[in-house]
Protein backbone atom coordinates (compact mmCIF):
# COMPACT_ATOMS: atom_id res chain seq x y z
CA UNK A 1 0.00 0.00 0.00
CA UNK A 2 1.28 3.34 -1.09
CA UNK A 3 1.38 6.00 1.80
CA UNK A 4 0.71 8.81 -0.28
CA UNK A 5 -2.57 7.16 -1.47
CA UNK A 6 -4.76 8.48 1.03
CA UNK A 7 -8.03 7.12 -0.36
CA UNK A 8 -8.50 4.41 -3.04
CA UNK A 9 -11.76 3.17 -4.20
CA UNK A 10 -11.27 -0.31 -5.76
CA UNK A 11 -14.00 -1.51 -8.20
CA UNK A 12 -16.59 -0.51 -6.06
CA UNK A 13 -20.43 -1.04 -6.84
CA UNK A 14 -23.28 0.19 -5.12
CA UNK A 15 -27.25 -0.44 -5.61
CA UNK A 16 -30.15 0.91 -4.32
CA UNK A 17 -33.16 0.02 -3.75
CA UNK A 18 -35.67 1.53 -6.39
CA UNK A 19 -38.99 2.69 -5.63
CA UNK A 20 -40.83 -0.10 -7.49
CA UNK A 21 -38.74 -2.81 -5.72
CA UNK A 22 -36.34 -2.89 -8.49
CA UNK A 23 -32.75 -2.85 -7.51
CA UNK A 24 -31.17 0.49 -9.37
CA UNK A 25 -27.42 0.34 -9.87
CA UNK A 26 -25.82 3.50 -8.80
CA UNK A 27 -21.99 2.64 -8.77
CA UNK A 28 -20.40 0.28 -11.36
CA UNK A 29 -16.91 -0.46 -11.39
CA UNK A 30 -15.17 2.38 -10.03
CA UNK A 31 -11.54 2.57 -9.32
CA UNK A 32 -10.08 5.85 -7.84
CA UNK A 33 -6.87 6.82 -6.39
CA UNK A 34 -6.78 9.85 -4.31
CA UNK A 35 -3.34 11.08 -3.27
CA UNK A 36 -2.67 12.82 -0.09
CA UNK A 37 -2.88 16.54 0.42
CA UNK A 38 -4.42 17.10 -3.12
CA UNK A 39 -7.51 19.06 -3.96
CA UNK A 40 -10.29 16.62 -5.90
CA UNK A 41 -13.09 18.13 -7.21
CA UNK A 42 -16.02 15.74 -8.58
CA UNK A 43 -18.50 17.09 -10.83
CA UNK A 44 -21.35 15.04 -12.43
CA UNK A 45 -25.00 15.41 -12.82
CA UNK A 46 -27.98 14.64 -10.14
CA UNK A 47 -28.03 10.69 -9.73
CA UNK A 48 -24.30 10.24 -11.73
CA UNK A 49 -23.52 8.54 -8.11
CA UNK A 50 -21.11 11.04 -6.96
CA UNK A 51 -22.97 11.32 -3.39
CA UNK A 52 -23.23 7.64 -2.74
CA UNK A 53 -19.42 7.94 -3.25
CA UNK A 54 -18.96 10.34 -0.47
CA UNK A 55 -20.72 8.40 1.40
CA UNK A 56 -19.03 5.28 0.57
CA UNK A 57 -15.40 7.23 1.73
CA UNK A 58 -16.86 8.11 5.16
CA UNK A 59 -18.26 4.03 6.14
CA UNK A 60 -21.70 6.07 5.87
CA UNK A 61 -22.31 3.40 3.46
CA UNK A 62 -20.72 0.04 2.19
CA UNK A 63 -19.77 -1.08 -0.81
CA UNK A 64 -22.11 -3.93 -2.32
CA UNK A 65 -19.09 -4.92 -4.54
CA UNK A 66 -15.18 -4.01 -4.41
CA UNK A 67 -12.83 -1.83 -1.50
CA UNK A 68 -13.19 1.49 -0.36
CA UNK A 69 -9.63 2.07 1.70
CA UNK A 70 -8.63 4.86 3.74
CA UNK A 71 -5.13 4.96 4.25
CA UNK A 72 -4.93 1.56 4.24
CA UNK A 73 -8.08 0.95 6.79
CA UNK A 74 -11.21 -0.89 4.95
CA UNK A 75 -14.56 0.96 5.63
CA UNK A 76 -15.80 -2.81 5.57
CA UNK A 77 -13.74 -3.75 8.79
CA UNK A 78 -16.94 -2.62 11.39
CA UNK A 79 -13.82 -1.79 14.34
CA UNK A 80 -12.28 0.75 12.17
CA UNK A 81 -15.37 2.96 11.63
CA UNK A 82 -14.93 5.40 14.02
CA UNK A 83 -11.17 5.78 12.76
CA UNK A 84 -12.43 6.70 9.71
CA UNK A 85 -15.25 8.54 10.21
CA UNK A 86 -12.85 10.74 12.58
CA UNK A 87 -10.61 10.92 9.70
CA UNK A 88 -12.90 11.88 6.89
CA UNK A 89 -14.89 14.63 7.39
CA UNK A 90 -18.30 15.60 5.77
CA UNK A 91 -19.75 18.43 5.10
CA UNK A 92 -23.53 18.65 3.40
CA UNK A 93 -25.68 20.80 1.77
CA UNK A 94 -28.08 21.55 3.63
CA UNK A 95 -26.38 23.96 6.57
CA UNK A 96 -29.06 23.96 8.66
CA UNK A 97 -29.44 20.46 8.72
CA UNK A 98 -25.97 18.98 9.77
CA UNK A 99 -25.71 21.95 13.05
CA UNK A 100 -26.56 19.98 16.31
CA UNK A 101 -25.66 22.32 18.57
CA UNK A 102 -27.54 25.14 20.19
CA UNK A 103 -24.27 27.32 20.15
CA UNK A 104 -21.70 27.61 17.70
CA UNK A 105 -19.29 26.19 20.55
CA UNK A 106 -21.44 23.52 21.48
CA UNK A 107 -21.98 22.33 17.65
CA UNK A 108 -18.00 22.61 17.35
CA UNK A 109 -17.71 20.28 20.66
CA UNK A 110 -20.13 17.57 18.99
CA UNK A 111 -17.62 15.35 17.54
CA UNK A 112 -14.99 15.95 20.05
CA UNK A 113 -17.64 14.98 22.64
CA UNK A 114 -18.82 12.08 20.36
CA UNK A 115 -14.93 10.74 20.67
CA UNK A 116 -14.43 11.35 24.36
CA UNK A 117 -12.12 13.87 23.73
CA UNK A 118 -11.18 15.92 27.99
CA UNK A 119 -13.44 19.05 28.39
CA UNK A 120 -9.94 20.46 28.93
CA UNK A 121 -8.97 19.37 25.54
CA UNK A 122 -11.79 20.28 23.77
CA UNK A 123 -11.77 23.94 24.74
CA UNK A 124 -8.55 24.13 23.15
CA UNK A 125 -9.47 22.20 20.12
CA UNK A 126 -12.54 24.02 19.70
CA UNK A 127 -11.06 27.61 19.56
CA UNK A 128 -8.08 26.32 16.96
CA UNK A 129 -10.83 24.70 15.14
CA UNK A 130 -12.87 28.27 14.92
CA UNK A 131 -9.89 30.38 14.76
CA UNK A 132 -8.91 28.08 11.47
CA UNK A 133 -12.10 28.83 9.69
CA UNK A 134 -12.61 32.87 11.01
CA UNK A 135 -15.37 32.04 13.13
CA UNK A 136 -13.42 32.48 16.55
CA UNK A 137 -15.91 36.13 16.84
CA UNK A 138 -18.78 34.01 17.14
CA UNK A 139 -18.16 30.97 20.05
CA UNK A 140 -21.35 31.74 21.56
CA UNK A 141 -23.54 32.78 18.04
CA UNK A 142 -26.65 30.38 17.74
CA UNK A 143 -26.64 28.65 14.40
CA UNK A 144 -29.64 30.27 13.28
CA UNK A 145 -28.83 34.08 13.32
CA UNK A 146 -25.47 32.99 10.74
CA UNK A 147 -25.42 33.04 7.04
CA UNK A 148 -25.29 30.21 4.94
CA UNK A 149 -21.79 30.82 4.43
CA UNK A 150 -20.58 30.95 8.30
CA UNK A 151 -23.01 27.78 8.76
CA UNK A 152 -21.01 25.73 6.50
CA UNK A 153 -17.86 27.47 8.11
CA UNK A 154 -19.07 26.29 11.38
CA UNK A 155 -19.61 22.79 9.59
CA UNK A 156 -16.30 22.59 8.51
CA UNK A 157 -14.87 23.67 11.96
CA UNK A 158 -16.66 21.24 13.64
CA UNK A 159 -15.24 18.61 11.62
CA UNK A 160 -11.17 20.48 12.09
CA UNK A 161 -11.81 20.05 16.07
CA UNK A 162 -11.71 16.19 15.33
CA UNK A 163 -7.73 17.08 13.13
CA UNK A 164 -9.17 14.70 9.99
CA UNK A 165 -7.05 14.41 7.21
CA UNK A 166 -9.85 14.36 4.38
CA UNK A 167 -12.83 16.90 4.11
CA UNK A 168 -15.26 16.06 1.67
CA UNK A 169 -17.68 18.69 0.79
CA UNK A 170 -20.91 17.00 -0.70
CA UNK A 171 -22.28 19.81 -2.67
CA UNK A 172 -21.67 22.13 0.61
CA UNK A 173 -21.74 25.11 -1.64
CA UNK A 174 -25.49 24.48 -3.79
CA UNK A 175 -27.52 26.11 -1.35
CA UNK A 176 -25.45 29.12 -1.00
CA UNK A 177 -25.39 32.82 -2.63
CA UNK A 178 -22.66 33.48 -4.45
CA UNK A 179 -20.60 35.56 -1.66
CA UNK A 180 -21.49 32.43 0.99
CA UNK A 181 -19.93 30.15 -1.84
CA UNK A 182 -17.08 32.71 -2.32
CA UNK A 183 -16.02 32.20 1.48
CA UNK A 184 -16.20 28.39 1.85
CA UNK A 185 -14.34 27.56 -1.24
CA UNK A 186 -11.92 29.95 -0.55
CA UNK A 187 -11.56 28.35 3.17
CA UNK A 188 -11.70 24.56 1.59
CA UNK A 189 -8.29 26.32 -0.68
CA UNK A 190 -6.70 27.60 2.31
CA UNK A 191 -7.29 24.48 4.65
CA UNK A 192 -5.67 22.28 1.24
CA UNK A 193 -2.42 24.89 1.12
CA UNK A 194 -1.61 25.41 4.70
CA UNK A 195 -3.12 22.29 6.47
CA UNK A 196 -2.12 20.14 4.46
CA UNK A 197 -5.81 18.33 4.25
CA UNK A 198 -6.90 16.53 1.29
CA UNK A 199 -10.12 18.52 0.03
CA UNK A 200 -12.80 16.79 -2.19
CA UNK A 201 -15.26 18.98 -3.18
CA UNK A 202 -18.31 17.04 -5.15
CA UNK A 203 -20.26 20.08 -6.65
CA UNK A 204 -22.28 20.53 -10.20
CA UNK A 205 -20.26 24.16 -10.39
CA UNK A 206 -17.57 23.64 -12.96
CA UNK A 207 -16.30 27.06 -11.79
CA UNK A 208 -15.03 25.55 -8.53
CA UNK A 209 -13.53 22.72 -10.14
CA UNK A 210 -10.47 24.83 -12.00
CA UNK A 211 -8.55 25.27 -8.99
CA UNK A 212 -8.22 21.96 -8.30
CA UNK A 213 -5.60 19.36 -8.76
CA UNK A 214 -7.67 16.68 -10.28
CA UNK A 215 -11.08 16.60 -12.20
CA UNK A 216 -13.00 13.64 -11.67
CA UNK A 217 -16.75 13.43 -14.16
CA UNK A 218 -18.78 11.16 -13.10
CA UNK A 219 -21.63 10.23 -15.47
CA UNK A 220 -24.33 7.10 -14.71
CA UNK A 221 -22.39 5.73 -11.83
CA UNK A 222 -18.97 5.31 -13.64
CA UNK A 223 -16.05 7.79 -13.85
CA UNK A 224 -16.30 9.14 -17.63
CA UNK A 225 -13.11 11.26 -17.25
CA UNK A 226 -10.28 12.12 -14.86
CA UNK A 227 -7.37 14.12 -15.25
CA UNK A 228 -6.20 17.94 -14.53
CA UNK A 229 -8.81 20.63 -14.85
CA UNK A 230 -6.97 21.52 -18.36
CA UNK A 231 -7.10 18.01 -19.51
CA UNK A 232 -10.91 17.14 -18.92
CA UNK A 233 -12.50 20.50 -19.66
CA UNK A 234 -10.63 20.48 -22.93
CA UNK A 235 -12.70 18.16 -24.23
CA UNK A 236 -15.98 20.28 -24.14
CA UNK A 237 -18.03 18.25 -26.48
CA UNK A 238 -17.86 15.10 -24.50
CA UNK A 239 -18.85 16.84 -21.49
CA UNK A 240 -21.70 19.20 -23.43
CA UNK A 241 -22.59 15.21 -24.38
CA UNK A 242 -23.51 13.89 -20.72
CA UNK A 243 -25.32 17.60 -20.31
CA UNK A 244 -22.53 18.96 -17.91
CA UNK A 245 -21.11 22.75 -18.21
CA UNK A 246 -17.24 24.14 -18.79
CA UNK A 247 -16.18 27.02 -17.21
CA UNK A 248 -16.88 30.68 -18.65
CA UNK A 249 -13.60 30.82 -20.14
CA UNK A 250 -13.37 27.47 -21.38
CA UNK A 251 -17.10 27.90 -23.38
CA UNK A 252 -16.13 31.31 -24.79
CA UNK A 253 -12.79 30.08 -26.18
CA UNK A 254 -14.75 27.37 -26.94
CA UNK A 255 -17.32 29.26 -29.03
CA UNK A 256 -14.47 31.77 -30.31
CA UNK A 257 -12.65 28.67 -31.96
CA UNK A 258 -15.84 27.68 -33.69
CA UNK A 259 -15.78 30.81 -35.54
CA UNK A 260 -12.53 30.34 -36.91
CA UNK A 261 -11.16 32.78 -34.01
CA UNK A 262 -7.74 30.64 -32.53
CA UNK A 263 -6.80 31.24 -28.95
CA UNK A 264 -4.74 28.84 -26.81
CA UNK A 265 -6.70 26.56 -24.00
CA UNK A 266 -7.04 28.62 -20.93
CA UNK A 267 -9.15 28.02 -17.90
CA UNK A 268 -9.58 31.53 -15.94
CA UNK A 269 -10.90 34.39 -17.38
CA UNK A 270 -8.38 36.87 -16.66
CA UNK A 271 -5.70 34.61 -19.02
CA UNK A 272 -8.37 34.66 -21.57
CA UNK A 273 -9.26 38.13 -21.34
CA UNK A 274 -5.27 38.54 -21.67
CA UNK A 275 -5.18 36.17 -24.79
CA UNK A 276 -8.03 37.99 -26.50
CA UNK A 277 -6.51 41.88 -25.77
CA UNK A 278 -3.21 40.15 -27.30
CA UNK A 279 -4.91 39.09 -30.62
CA UNK A 280 -6.90 42.57 -30.91
CA UNK A 281 -3.14 44.48 -30.42
CA UNK A 282 -1.43 42.23 -33.00
CA UNK A 283 -3.83 42.02 -35.68
CA UNK B 1 -43.64 37.76 11.80
CA UNK B 2 -42.78 34.49 14.29
CA UNK B 3 -38.93 35.61 14.29
CA UNK B 4 -38.96 37.57 17.81
CA UNK B 5 -40.98 34.84 19.28
CA UNK B 6 -38.38 33.94 22.76
CA UNK B 7 -37.86 30.43 22.86
CA UNK B 8 -39.02 29.41 27.07
CA UNK B 9 -38.81 32.58 29.05
CA UNK B 10 -35.34 32.67 30.03
CA UNK B 11 -34.18 36.34 30.41
CA UNK B 12 -30.17 36.09 29.96
CA UNK B 13 -28.19 37.56 32.98
CA UNK B 14 -25.62 37.13 35.82
CA UNK B 15 -27.77 37.19 38.79
CA UNK B 16 -27.10 34.81 41.71
CA UNK B 17 -29.90 32.39 40.42
CA UNK B 18 -28.76 32.63 37.08
CA UNK B 19 -25.26 31.78 38.02
CA UNK B 20 -26.54 28.96 40.53
CA UNK B 21 -25.96 25.23 39.00
CA UNK B 22 -29.19 24.45 36.88
CA UNK B 23 -29.21 20.96 39.22
CA UNK B 24 -29.92 23.01 42.50
CA UNK B 25 -32.57 24.91 41.19
CA UNK B 26 -34.34 21.86 40.37
CA UNK B 27 -33.57 20.30 43.74
CA UNK B 28 -34.74 23.52 45.36
CA UNK B 29 -37.99 23.94 43.53
CA UNK B 30 -39.02 20.37 44.26
CA UNK B 31 -38.43 21.00 48.20
CA UNK B 32 -40.13 23.77 48.04
CA UNK B 33 -43.37 22.62 46.37
CA UNK B 34 -43.45 20.31 49.18
CA UNK B 35 -43.38 22.88 51.64
CA UNK B 36 -45.57 24.66 50.20
CA UNK B 37 -48.06 21.67 50.55
CA UNK B 38 -46.79 21.49 54.21
CA UNK B 39 -47.62 25.15 55.02
CA UNK B 40 -50.60 25.61 57.25
CA UNK B 41 -50.83 28.80 58.98
CA UNK B 42 -50.65 32.27 58.79
CA UNK B 43 -46.90 32.19 59.78
CA UNK B 44 -45.49 29.69 57.44
CA UNK B 45 -47.11 30.96 54.15
CA UNK B 46 -45.81 34.61 55.51
CA UNK B 47 -42.11 32.92 55.22
CA UNK B 48 -42.60 31.36 52.09
CA UNK B 49 -44.10 34.92 50.57
CA UNK B 50 -41.07 36.36 52.07
CA UNK B 51 -39.06 33.78 50.91
CA UNK B 52 -40.42 33.83 47.61
CA UNK B 53 -40.23 37.67 47.01
CA UNK B 54 -36.60 37.49 48.34
CA UNK B 55 -35.99 34.69 45.38
CA UNK B 56 -37.27 37.46 42.95
CA UNK B 57 -35.24 40.30 44.20
CA UNK B 58 -32.08 38.26 43.71
CA UNK B 59 -32.89 37.32 39.85
CA UNK B 60 -32.62 41.05 39.52
CA UNK B 61 -35.84 41.16 36.97
CA UNK B 62 -38.41 43.22 37.50
CA UNK B 63 -41.30 42.08 40.05
CA UNK B 64 -44.06 42.98 37.34
CA UNK B 65 -42.33 41.14 34.66
CA UNK B 66 -42.23 38.06 37.09
CA UNK B 67 -45.82 38.68 38.04
CA UNK B 68 -47.07 38.02 34.37
CA UNK B 69 -46.05 35.02 34.63
CA UNK B 70 -49.42 34.50 36.93
CA UNK B 71 -51.44 35.92 33.76
CA UNK B 72 -52.12 32.66 32.37
CA UNK B 73 -53.25 30.73 35.30
CA UNK B 74 -55.55 33.36 37.20
CA UNK B 75 -58.30 32.17 35.85
CA UNK B 76 -57.55 29.02 37.80
CA UNK B 77 -56.87 30.46 40.74
CA UNK B 78 -60.03 33.02 40.44
CA UNK B 79 -62.16 29.58 39.84
CA UNK B 80 -60.49 28.37 43.05
CA UNK B 81 -60.79 31.61 45.30
CA UNK B 82 -64.60 31.36 44.19
CA UNK B 83 -64.96 27.65 44.80
CA UNK B 84 -63.92 27.29 48.46
CA UNK B 85 -65.69 30.50 49.30
CA UNK B 86 -68.74 28.85 48.38
CA UNK B 87 -68.41 25.30 49.56
CA UNK B 88 -66.05 24.53 52.21
CA UNK B 89 -68.10 25.42 55.22
CA UNK B 90 -67.17 25.72 58.67
CA UNK B 91 -66.55 28.36 61.76
CA UNK B 92 -68.35 32.09 61.62
CA UNK B 93 -70.56 32.94 59.31
CA UNK B 94 -69.67 36.12 57.61
CA UNK B 95 -72.47 36.24 55.19
CA UNK B 96 -76.23 34.97 54.47
CA UNK B 97 -78.96 35.22 51.77
CA UNK B 98 -81.33 32.24 51.82
CA UNK B 99 -79.25 28.75 52.14
CA UNK B 100 -76.04 30.69 50.79
CA UNK B 101 -73.37 31.20 53.09
CA UNK B 102 -69.84 32.48 53.61
CA UNK B 103 -68.25 30.88 56.58
CA UNK B 104 -64.82 31.35 57.93
CA UNK B 105 -62.96 28.24 56.77
CA UNK B 106 -64.04 28.94 52.93
CA UNK B 107 -62.60 32.40 53.46
CA UNK B 108 -59.09 30.74 54.58
CA UNK B 109 -58.85 27.80 52.13
CA UNK B 110 -59.86 30.00 49.53
CA UNK B 111 -56.74 32.23 50.52
CA UNK B 112 -54.05 29.42 51.23
CA UNK B 113 -55.06 27.62 48.12
CA UNK B 114 -55.05 30.44 45.95
CA UNK B 115 -51.24 31.27 47.71
CA UNK B 116 -50.27 27.77 47.33
CA UNK B 117 -51.01 27.68 43.42
CA UNK B 118 -49.52 31.46 43.24
CA UNK B 119 -45.88 30.66 44.57
CA UNK B 120 -45.99 27.12 42.74
CA UNK B 121 -46.07 29.34 39.79
CA UNK B 122 -43.88 32.06 40.84
CA UNK B 123 -41.01 29.92 41.90
CA UNK B 124 -41.32 27.92 39.19
CA UNK B 125 -41.42 30.67 36.61
CA UNK B 126 -38.14 32.12 38.48
CA UNK B 127 -36.35 28.86 37.47
CA UNK B 128 -37.67 29.15 33.71
CA UNK B 129 -36.60 33.08 33.67
CA UNK B 130 -32.88 32.86 35.08
CA UNK B 131 -32.07 28.90 33.30
CA UNK B 132 -31.24 28.66 29.38
CA UNK B 133 -33.22 26.13 27.56
CA UNK B 134 -29.97 23.91 27.42
CA UNK B 135 -29.10 24.39 30.97
CA UNK B 136 -32.07 22.87 32.00
CA UNK B 137 -31.87 20.19 30.01
CA UNK B 138 -28.44 19.34 31.00
CA UNK B 139 -29.06 19.73 34.47
CA UNK B 140 -32.29 17.27 33.70
CA UNK B 141 -30.13 14.75 31.94
CA UNK B 142 -27.36 14.96 35.17
CA UNK B 143 -30.12 14.31 38.01
CA UNK B 144 -32.14 11.84 36.32
CA UNK B 145 -28.70 9.70 35.42
CA UNK B 146 -28.77 7.31 37.73
CA UNK B 147 -32.08 5.94 35.90
CA UNK B 148 -29.98 5.35 33.26
CA UNK B 149 -29.09 2.30 35.14
CA UNK B 150 -32.41 0.35 35.00
CA UNK B 151 -32.68 0.84 31.21
CA UNK B 152 -34.25 4.85 30.53
CA UNK B 153 -32.51 5.67 27.89
CA UNK B 154 -31.66 9.31 29.71
CA UNK B 155 -29.00 10.25 27.50
CA UNK B 156 -31.03 10.29 24.19
CA UNK B 157 -33.75 11.58 25.62
CA UNK B 158 -32.14 14.73 26.78
CA UNK B 159 -30.30 14.79 23.28
CA UNK B 160 -33.33 14.55 21.69
CA UNK B 161 -34.60 18.29 23.86
CA UNK B 162 -31.59 19.83 23.35
CA UNK B 163 -32.24 18.92 19.58
CA UNK B 164 -35.68 20.21 19.67
CA UNK B 165 -35.07 23.53 21.33
CA UNK B 166 -32.23 23.77 18.57
CA UNK B 167 -34.35 23.51 15.43
CA UNK B 168 -37.53 25.15 17.12
CA UNK B 169 -36.05 28.65 15.54
CA UNK B 170 -35.31 26.95 12.31
CA UNK B 171 -38.95 25.66 11.93
CA UNK B 172 -40.12 28.77 12.95
CA UNK B 173 -38.65 30.67 10.01
CA UNK B 174 -39.73 28.13 7.69
CA UNK B 175 -43.07 28.35 9.01
CA UNK B 176 -42.85 31.77 8.41
CA UNK B 177 -41.92 30.90 4.63
CA UNK B 178 -44.92 28.53 3.99
CA UNK B 179 -47.19 31.19 5.53
CA UNK B 180 -45.88 33.28 2.91
CA UNK B 181 -45.89 31.22 0.08
CA UNK B 182 -49.52 29.80 0.68
CA UNK B 183 -50.72 33.41 1.11
CA UNK B 184 -48.88 34.22 -2.19
CA UNK B 185 -51.20 31.50 -3.65
CA UNK B 186 -54.12 33.11 -2.26
CA UNK B 187 -54.66 31.20 1.04
CA UNK B 188 -56.53 33.05 3.50
CA UNK B 189 -55.16 32.68 6.99
CA UNK B 190 -57.04 35.81 9.02
CA UNK B 191 -60.54 35.61 8.36
CA UNK B 192 -63.70 33.27 8.54
CA UNK B 193 -64.77 30.91 11.38
CA UNK B 194 -62.80 29.37 13.19
CA UNK B 195 -63.58 26.08 11.42
CA UNK B 196 -62.71 27.57 8.48
CA UNK B 197 -59.30 28.86 9.81
CA UNK B 198 -58.28 26.06 11.48
CA UNK B 199 -58.80 23.92 8.22
CA UNK B 200 -56.28 26.56 6.59
CA UNK B 201 -54.19 25.60 8.65
CA UNK B 202 -53.60 22.06 7.04
CA UNK B 203 -51.86 23.83 3.59
CA UNK B 204 -49.19 24.88 6.34
CA UNK B 205 -48.69 22.08 8.63
CA UNK B 206 -48.64 19.69 5.95
CA UNK B 207 -45.21 21.14 4.38
CA UNK B 208 -43.40 21.77 7.59
CA UNK B 209 -43.63 18.21 8.68
CA UNK B 210 -42.60 16.98 5.52
CA UNK B 211 -39.65 19.32 5.78
CA UNK B 212 -39.23 18.32 9.51
CA UNK B 213 -39.32 14.55 8.71
CA UNK B 214 -36.15 15.11 5.99
CA UNK B 215 -34.16 17.55 8.29
CA UNK B 216 -34.56 14.86 10.90
CA UNK B 217 -32.97 11.90 8.42
CA UNK B 218 -30.48 14.79 7.33
CA UNK B 219 -29.41 15.41 10.93
CA UNK B 220 -29.19 12.12 11.72
CA UNK B 221 -27.01 11.35 8.93
CA UNK B 222 -24.64 14.49 9.91
CA UNK B 223 -24.38 13.18 13.45
CA UNK B 224 -23.28 9.52 12.38
CA UNK B 225 -20.58 11.63 9.97
CA UNK B 226 -19.20 13.10 12.97
CA UNK B 227 -19.12 9.75 14.82
CA UNK B 228 -22.48 9.86 16.84
CA UNK B 229 -22.57 6.44 18.93
CA UNK B 230 -25.25 7.16 21.62
CA UNK B 231 -24.02 8.37 25.01
CA UNK B 232 -21.31 5.52 25.87
CA UNK B 233 -18.01 7.36 26.56
CA UNK B 234 -19.11 10.16 25.45
CA UNK B 235 -17.93 13.48 27.36
CA UNK B 236 -19.23 16.36 27.70
CA UNK B 237 -18.05 20.52 26.92
CA UNK B 238 -19.72 22.26 29.40
CA UNK B 239 -19.42 20.11 32.63
CA UNK B 240 -21.69 21.38 35.45
CA UNK B 241 -20.23 22.01 38.40
CA UNK B 242 -21.32 23.52 41.86
CA UNK B 243 -20.11 26.18 43.60
CA UNK B 244 -20.43 28.82 46.50
CA UNK B 245 -23.65 29.65 45.44
CA UNK B 246 -24.97 25.90 45.00
CA UNK B 247 -23.67 25.88 48.72
CA UNK B 248 -25.73 28.63 49.91
CA UNK B 249 -28.93 27.18 47.98
CA UNK B 250 -28.58 24.12 50.08
CA UNK B 251 -28.17 26.00 53.76
CA UNK B 252 -31.20 28.21 52.38
CA UNK B 253 -33.07 24.68 51.81
CA UNK B 254 -32.00 23.20 55.36
CA UNK B 255 -33.05 26.60 57.03
CA UNK B 256 -36.15 26.76 55.28
CA UNK B 257 -37.28 23.03 56.08
CA UNK B 258 -36.50 23.81 60.00
CA UNK B 259 -38.56 26.91 59.90
CA UNK B 260 -41.69 25.52 58.15
CA UNK B 261 -41.37 22.38 60.01
CA UNK B 262 -41.29 24.34 63.68
CA UNK B 263 -44.22 27.07 63.04
CA UNK B 264 -46.62 24.77 60.95
CA UNK B 265 -49.53 23.82 63.29
Known amino acids: MNEDNLLALRDVSYTYDGEDGQRVPVLQGVDLTIQKGSFVSVLGHNGSGKSTMAKLMNALLLPEGGTVLISGMDTKDGELLWEIRRHVGMVFQNPDNQIVGATVEDDVAFGLENMGVDPKEMRDRIDEALVSVGMESYLQAQPHRLSGGQKQRVAIAGIMAMRPSVIILDEATAMLDPQGRMEVLNLARQLNRDEGLTIINITHFPEEAIYSDKVIVMNAGEVLMEGTPSEVFNEVDRLKQVGLDVPFAVRLRHALHSKGIDLPFVLHQEELVEHVCKLLLTK | ?265
Open chain 2, 1 to 265: MLQNIAIGQYVPGQSFLHRADPRSKLLFIILFATLIFLANNTVTYAILIGFTLYAALLSRLSLSYILKSLKPVWILILFTVVLHIFITKGGTVYFQWGWFTVEEEGVRQAIFISLRLGLLILISSLLTLTTSPIDLTEGLERLLGPLGKIGIPVHDIALMMSIALRFIPTLMEETDKIIKAQTARGANFTSGSLVRRAKNLIPIAIPLFVSAFRRAEELALAMEARGYRGGVGRTRLNKLTFTWRDGIVAVASVILVIVIGWWRT
